[in-house]
């Protein structure tokens, strides 16, 4: 293990160990208060950007494996643990954390404080970072952060969308035979914008008993629209992503599209926001966001509250009451969490309903977008 050089906006100079790529990264620093599953989360695109506090002390214990990747590789700009274990132990284990880490180059750091960062972020909220293995100065640290672009200055989402349209296959992962399910028979078809998409969501979406072609951020409206016309889809699906929704103005215009012509849409996380902002209801920054398997969210339809996974940093204003029924509130800090516009078949949540990794009491909404087209 190499020492590591951390410098935060507020001032505050750390060092500690590193046990990922010998780099120097910028990004903004959130925690994380999931249990399990680090590597789904190290590998979900709407990480982009960030450096990742787990709260769990222990990471690294069960390796990495290629079945469990959200995407093709890590996009967060590093991992900070309390304690690394560089030998893991699990009969799905492919390689070490440490290695992983290493062919993405991304810095992971450990023998921190992890609960002093937490408690930093928690009352000063998210803030900019920079970390280093190969330079210690206080002050050249403190020029190179103060010369970077902040987050929200960076348009994530040209990064880690995909660049050509595919059709997603894999159904929902088999825990008993070790493998991912083959699509069952579709039902209908739609239109998945790919923003940072997770691949259990698609894996939902197909388990659900949709057909989903998959296309980049850059899709054009009028053609989907042309689409819809002619029935060649049923729907559009619009998904979770990084970095600030305000930044997507090009995004934001193609969905004011599809909302004018009343085609059926579903967004989860960033396409929540996108939709919001697209009804004229900007989005607006969080504290120090959700980040984790654990938030309560209420189900204000039915009564029910439903353990979620999250991971944002952004929200919609409760303005948005004005045009659409809330469906879901967030029971931590009564946020809002679901929402169904009154101007057309269009619905949206915030939370993550594919739990990948967290609690699967929301994978119904899936459903419930297949039951708002057959309708």
Not at 176 to 191: E, L, M, S
Not at 211 to 220: D, G, R, Y
């Given at each position: 293990m190499r020492d590591t050089w951390i410098y935060l906006e507020n001032g505050t100079f750390l060092s500690a160990k590193s046990f990922g790529a010998d780099t120097t990264s910028v990004g903004e620093i959130v925690f994380n208060t999931s249990m399990s599953g680090y590597q789904e989360i190290i590998s979900d695109p709407s990480y982009a950007g960030q450096f990742i506090t787990f709260t769990m002390p222990e990471i690294g214990n069960?390796?990495?494996?290629?079945?469990?990747?959200?995407?093709?590789?890590?996009?967060?700009?590093?991992?900070?643990?309390r304690q690394y274990q560089k030998e893991y132990s699990n009969f799905r284990g492919e390689e070490a954390l440490h290695t992983f880490l290493e062919k993405h180059g991304i810095i992971g750091i450990c023998d921190i404080d992890t609960r002093y960062l937490t408690k930093m972020i928690r009352n000063e909220g998210a803030m900019m970072m920079i970390a280093s293995t190969t330079i210690s100065d206080k002050e050249e640290l403190k020029k190179l952060l103060e010369n970077?672009?902040?987050?929200?200055?960076?348009?994530?989402?040209?990064?880690?969308?995909?660049?050509?349209?595919?059709?997603?296959?894999?159904?929902?992962y088999d825990p008993v035979t070790f493998c991912y399910n083959d699509a069952p028979a579709p039902k209908a078809k739609i239109v998945a914008i790919d923003?940072?998409?997770?691949r259990n969501i698609l894996n939902e979406l197909t388990e659900a008993g949709f057909e989903v072609e998959v296309l980049p951020n850059t899709f054009n409206g009028d053609d989907l629209i042309s689409r819809y016309d002619l029935?060649?889809?049923?729907?559009?699906?619009?998904?979770?992503?990084?970095?600030?929704p305000l930044v997507l103005k090009k995004e934001q215009e193609e969905i004011k599209k599809l909302i004018e012509r009343k085609i059926p849409l579903f967004g989860i996380c960033l396409g929540h926001q996108l939709l919001s902002i697209a009804h004229g209801h900007d989005t607006h920054k969080l504290k120090f966001g959700h980040h984790g398997g654990n938030h309560p969210v209420k189900n204000v339809q039915t009564g029910m509250v439903e353990i979620t996974a999250q991971n944002h940093n952004y929200n919609v204003p409760e303005s948005v009451r004005d045009i659409a029924d809330v469906t879901h509130v967030n029971l931590f800090d009564n946020t809002i969490e679901g929402l169904r516009y009154k101007n057309g078949p269009v619905f949206s949540v915030q939370?993550?309903?594919?739990?990948?990794p967290g609690p699967k009491e929301s994978r119904y909404i899936f459903s419930e977008f297949l039951q708002l087209l057959q309708r």
């Amino acid at each position: 293990m190499r020492d590591t050089w951390i410098y935060l906006e507020n001032g505050t100079f750390l060092s500690a160990k590193s046990f990922g790529a010998d780099t120097t990264s910028v990004g903004e620093i959130v925690f994380n208060t999931s249990m399990s599953g680090y590597q789904e989360i190290i590998s979900d695109p709407s990480y982009a950007g960030q450096f990742i506090t787990f709260t769990m002390p222990e990471i690294g214990n069960v390796g990495v494996n290629g079945e469990d990747m959200e995407s093709s590789k890590a996009h967060c700009k590093g991992v900070i643990v309390r304690q690394y274990q560089k030998e893991y132990s699990n009969f799905r284990g492919e390689e070490a954390l440490h290695t992983f880490l290493e062919k993405h180059g991304i810095i992971g750091i450990c023998d921190i404080d992890t609960r002093y960062l937490t408690k930093m972020i928690r009352n000063e909220g998210a803030m900019m970072m920079i970390a280093s293995t190969t330079i210690s100065d206080k002050e050249e640290l403190k020029k190179l952060l103060e010369n970077s672009p902040r987050i929200e200055e960076v348009n994530y989402i040209q990064e880690v969308s995909t660049k050509s349209s595919y059709t997603h296959t894999s159904g929902v992962y088999d825990p008993v035979t070790f493998c991912y399910n083959d699509a069952p028979a579709p039902k209908a078809k739609i239109v998945a914008i790919d923003f940072g998409v997770k691949r259990n969501i698609l894996n939902e979406l197909t388990e659900a008993g949709f057909e989903v072609e998959v296309l980049p951020n850059t899709f054009n409206g009028d053609d989907l629209i042309s689409r819809y016309d002619l029935r060649e889809i049923d729907g559009v699906f619009l998904s979770n992503g990084p970095g600030d929704p305000l930044v997507l103005k090009k995004e934001q215009e193609e969905i004011k599209k599809l909302i004018e012509r009343k085609i059926p849409l579903f967004g989860i996380c960033l396409g929540h926001q996108l939709l919001s902002i697209a009804h004229g209801h900007d989005t607006h920054k969080l504290k120090f966001g959700h980040h984790g398997g654990n938030h309560p969210v209420k189900n204000v339809q039915t009564g029910m509250v439903e353990i979620t996974a999250q991971n944002h940093n952004y929200n919609v204003p409760e303005s948005v009451r004005d045009i659409a029924d809330v469906t879901h509130v967030n029971l931590f800090d009564n946020t809002i969490e679901g929402l169904r516009y009154k101007n057309g078949p269009v619905f949206s949540v915030q939370h993550h309903p594919e739990s990948s990794p967290g609690p699967k009491e929301s994978r119904y909404i899936f459903s419930e977008f297949l039951q708002l087209l057959q309708r």
